[in-house]
């Protein structure tokens, strides 16, 4: 019941595409649905997070997309850039539980030029 | 900086030594955990902390000890070590109302 499913396990986007991961989950008490970035040899990053009482936030070019009773949500990157080549995680926690966050496996995203 | 700082960033350990990595935040964090990062699988729980003087184990806590003695530090123990703890490791912090941040992490290698 704490498992966050991600998918694809990796990605690969031409320069200015869109880029889309979703993850899925199972446990209805989650109410903060964060995504973390990750550059090779460095810690993961907040990135952008949602919390279920909004379909949808947007950061610039980062959008995620919420559906609650669907129990899924996604990440899309707008005009997907080199620099954005990445591994990206999704997670999901709730206060009830210390705010653990639990992971999806991640998503490694390549940019090509 | 205000941030998270893991010591060290990279070590080498022979199989049933032990060793304390190192975790301070600046934020005054009142959460505080470890995760270990290992391909493919994202990263796991070892244990967390909501507060000075309590610590709870996480998904896989075996073989890893916890103190928070005070707000600011969460050092984590492996007792004796095994290859099967090789990983990265990576600490972080936050508020209740969720939102981490994570330190730079620890690359632990057991020969």
């Known amino acids: 019941q704490q498992q966050v499913k991600q998918s694809p396990q990796s990605l690969i986007v031409q320069k200015g595409g869109i880029s889309i991961i979703n993850c899925a989950y199972e446990?209805?008490?989650?109410?903060?649905f964060p995504w973390y970035q990750q550059f090779p040899g460095k810690g993961p990053a907040l990135l952008i997070a949602?919390?279920?009482?909004?379909s949808e936030k947007k950061e610039g070019r980062f959008t995620i997309s919420f559906n609650k009773s669907a129990k899924q949500f996604s990440l899309h990157i707008m005009d997907s850039q080199p620099g954005d080549s990445a591994t990206y995680f999704c997670?999901?926690?709730?206060?009830?539980?210390?705010?653990?966050?639990?992971f999806g496996s991640g998503t490694q995203l390549t940019v090509l030029p | 900086n205000a941030g998270v700082t893991q010591t060290p960033k990279f070590r080498v350990l022979k199989t049933g030594q032990s060793m304390t990595l190192l975790c301070a935040q600046d934020?005054?964090?009142?959460?505080m955990y470890w995760y270990r990062q290992d391909p493919g699988m994202g990263l796991r729980l070892i244990h967390y902390?909501?507060?000075?003087?309590?610590?709870a184990k996480g998904e896989v806590p075996d073989g890893y000890n916890v103190s928070r003695s005070t707000t600011e530090d969460f050092p984590l123990r492996l007792l004796s070590a095994a290859p099967s703890q090789t990983s990265v490791y990576f600490c972080?912090?936050?508020?209740?109302?969720?939102?981490?941040?994570f330190g730079s992490g620890t690359r632990l290698t057991v020969v």
């Open positions: 972080a912090s936050s508020r209740p109302s969720g939102g981490y941040t």
């Open positions: 446990n209805t008490a989650f109410d903060y």
């Open positions: 949602i919390r279920p009482d909004v």
């Open positions: 997670a999901a926690s709730f206060l009830g539980s210390a705010r653990q966050l639990t």
């Open positions: 934020m005054n964090h009142e959460y």
């Open positions: 902390s909501v507060g000075e003087g309590t610590t």
